[in-house]
Every structure is written in C-alpha cells, then in structure tokens.
C-alpha cells in the first residue's frame, strides 16, 4: 500500500515542491487548504489531479482534528505559516496564532487522532536573529528579531516538548532561507529577478530595495524538501539545521541577477528607507554537518545556479505574458 503523507501549506512554495517529491516517491498526498474566496492553487496546478485537498484552517482546531481523522497519513508535514517577516509586525498576534500556535492545534490532534503519525515542522533560521556565533547549528542559542521569529521558536520548542512529554515522532528542520521560481514575489530574491526580467523586457525601469548589506544563506528549495522527508525515515526523531554554509549579501544577489542579463544592478536598484526593517537579522550562515553526515543531505544548487535558474524562470514568464497580451490586443 502506498504511504499517506498530509501537507499544511501545500498550495505555498515549499508545499508545491514536497508535494512533487512524494508523489514521485509514489506516496499518496493530501493536502490541506484553507478557504478563499477565489481558488489559490496556480503553484499545485501540474499536480492537481493526483493530489487530495481538504479545507481546514491552522486557526481552527476541530478542521484539523477531523481533517486527521479522515485522513490518518504515516507522515504529517506542517509547512503552513504566515512566513512573511514585515508582516509579523503588522499583524503580531495573528502571525503568533498560525506561526506558532498553529504547531500546537497540529501536535494536539496528532496526539488525540493517532500518536504514531511522524511530524515535520518548518522552523526558521529567523530563530537566531542577532546569532550568538557563526555559523550557527542545532545548539547556537536563539535570538529572534521579528513577531515571526519569536513564533517560530515557540514552533520549535513545542515540537520538541511533544516528542518528549509524548514521545510523539516530532522532527524540526531549522530550515535557512530557500528559494525558487516559486517563491512568492514580496521575498527579496523573487523581487529581483521578477524585476530583473521586467527590466529587461522594457516592463519596468526601477527597483525599490532596503538593506543591501543583509546576509543571507540562501538554498534552491527543491533541495530543502528532500531534508524534510529524510529527517521522517530516521529511527529517531531529531531537530536539524538544514543550509548550504554559504552566505552572499543582498547586494551580490542583485549584481549577479542583473549582470546575467547585462544590465547593471546599479542603474535601477533604488534604496527605499520604507524597506528597513524595525530590527534586523543582518548575517545567518548554517552548519548542516549533522544534516550531512546523519541524514546523508547535501544540497545539489549552488549560488550562482538558483540567482540563474530564477531569473531565467522569470524571463520565461514574463515573455510569455507579453505575447499573451499582443495575441489578445490582435484579435
Ligand atoms: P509560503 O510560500 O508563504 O506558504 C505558506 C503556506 O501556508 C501557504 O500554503 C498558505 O496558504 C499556508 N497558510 C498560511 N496560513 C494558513 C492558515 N491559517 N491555515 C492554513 N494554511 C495556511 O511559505 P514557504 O516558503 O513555502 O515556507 C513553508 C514553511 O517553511 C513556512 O512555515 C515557513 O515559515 C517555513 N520556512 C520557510 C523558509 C524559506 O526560506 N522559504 C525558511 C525557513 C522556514 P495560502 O496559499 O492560502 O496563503
Ligand atoms: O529578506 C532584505 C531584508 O524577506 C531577506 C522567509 O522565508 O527566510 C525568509 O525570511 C533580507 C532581509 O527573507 C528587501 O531586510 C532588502 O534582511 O527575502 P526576505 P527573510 O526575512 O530572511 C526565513 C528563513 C524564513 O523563515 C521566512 O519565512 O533581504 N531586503 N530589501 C529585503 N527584503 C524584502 N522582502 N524586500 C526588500 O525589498
């Protein structure tokens, strides 16, 4: 019989490249959505017919009670979140309600439905915020910046306090920033290299940026599911830093986005002081060497291949809206 693998947050970035990547290991998946007045599932769209969606919200406990019930998978992975950092300022508690408390409204279901299932949480590299050393690892201490940080350390300690007050197979992947040609266009990769093809496509001429000096560890998301699924085939359950080791500047995203395509970054990026952020997380770097040498993970994209790969993916994109819009203005 095939494996039951539940996603929360399947129709977001990293939900639409686990759902590919157990469907290609020939598990069953379901996915949970929450209800919107117009249908959100452009990212699932190639998978739609081979996955099973059920509405249920992080917000309310009996959906995801019952959505258990129905379903009882083997492996439950919980990526849904409000993860946008500068929107945790402007909504804290409801950030708090889906970014932390959400983790507690998923363990207590588990804990009543079926306490065998293995659940994933997607914690965040924003725990360290002001890291206390580089890089940082399972056992640097926490420091979050942003409501969204905090929420997500409250995700991951409630994780770990489940698998030992229950002993509950409860994984957290403290996960550093990962990216794609899905990644939503308000992250600041995405944000480059959508406006890197805009640019270069005569759509758009100027770039609105914030702190260019910020550093980031940045990894191809494809690579980061493959971690959450192998952390759930351990004997044991443990935490995770999941990362490449890498770390680049904002500034270097952009001139390597821009200069892929010829252009020079500095004729179109504009600093927008609207952009800082109340407190930032200036440097993260990770160490995944118990990723590495107890789960066998290695990431497969490099740098320079993701900054390439999202603009290319964009390029695409953005092309083919344009043609669109000559064929619809000709007939
Ligand atoms: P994302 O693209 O923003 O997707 C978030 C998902 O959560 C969406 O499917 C969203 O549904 C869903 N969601 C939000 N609130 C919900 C609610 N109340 N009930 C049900 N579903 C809800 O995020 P991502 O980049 O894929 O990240 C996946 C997870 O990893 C998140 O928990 C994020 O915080 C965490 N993480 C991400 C990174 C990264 O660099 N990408 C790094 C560390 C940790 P809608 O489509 O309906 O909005
Ligand atoms: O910002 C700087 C900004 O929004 C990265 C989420 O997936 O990864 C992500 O959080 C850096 C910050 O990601 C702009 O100040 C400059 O220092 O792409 P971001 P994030 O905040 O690191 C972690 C691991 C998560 O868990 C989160 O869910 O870029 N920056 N100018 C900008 N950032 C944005 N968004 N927009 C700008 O214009």
Redesign the pocket.
């Known amino acids: 019989m095939a494996r039951r693998a539940l996603i929360?947050?399947?129709?977001?970035?990293?939900?639409a490249y686990l759902a590919q990547f157990l469907l290609d290991k020939g598990y069953e998946v379901h996915g949970?959505?929450?209800r919107?007045s117009t249908e959100?599932f452009e990212r699932i769209a190639n998978l739609r017919d081979r996955l099973v969606l059920h509405q249920a919200?992080?917000?309310d406990q009996l959906s995801i009670i019952t959505l258990i019930s129905e379903v009882r998978p083997q492996e439950l992975y919980n990526?849904?979140?409000?993860?946008?950092v500068p929107t945790s300022w402007l909504q804290p508690l409801l950030t708090s309600e889906?970014?932390a408390l959400?983790v507690t409204r998923v363990l207590e279901a588990i804990r009543l439905v079926d306490p065998t299932i293995r659940f994933f949480q997607?914690?965040?590299?924003e725990m360290f915020g002001e890291a206390r050393e580089e890089p940082q690892n399972e056992r640097t201490p926490f420091w979050p910046r942003s409501p969204y940080g905090v929420a997500?350390a409250y995700g991951h300690w409630i994780t770990v306090n489940y698998r030992e007050s229950y002993g509950i197979f409860a994984c957290s992947g403290i996960?550093?920033?990962?990216?794609s040609p899905l990644r939503?266009k308000e992250f600041v990769t995405r944000k480059i290299t959508d406006a890197v093809a805009r640019i270069k496509l005569g759509r758009q001429d100027k770039l609105k940026l914030g702190n260019l000096d910020a550093r980031r560890d940045w990894g191809y998301?494809g690579d980061f599911v493959r971690a959450m699924w192998l952390m759930l085939q351990q004997d044991k359950p443990d935490d995770y830093v999941v990362a490449t080791g890498r770390q680049h500047t904002v500034r270097e995203f952009c001139e390597l986005a821009f200069s892929y395509v010829g252009l020079d970054w500095q004729e179109h990026v504009e600093i927008d002081p609207a952009l800082f952020r109340p407190a930032e997380v200036n440097r993260l770097r990770g160490d995944a060497t118990k990723a590495r040498t107890v789960l066998g993970w290695e990431p497969t994209v490099t740098f320079e291949q993701l900054v390439r790969m999202m603009v290319d993916a964009d390029l695409e994109r953005v092309q083919a809206e344009l043609a669109q819009e000559v064929s619809s203005g000709g007939s």
């Open positions: 929360t947050g399947i129709t977001g970035q990293d939900g949970m959505v929450r919107a959100n919200d992080l917000l990526l849904a979140a409000q993860s946008f889906f970014t959400g997607a914690s965040s590299s997500k996960m550093f920033n990962h990216e939503g998301a």
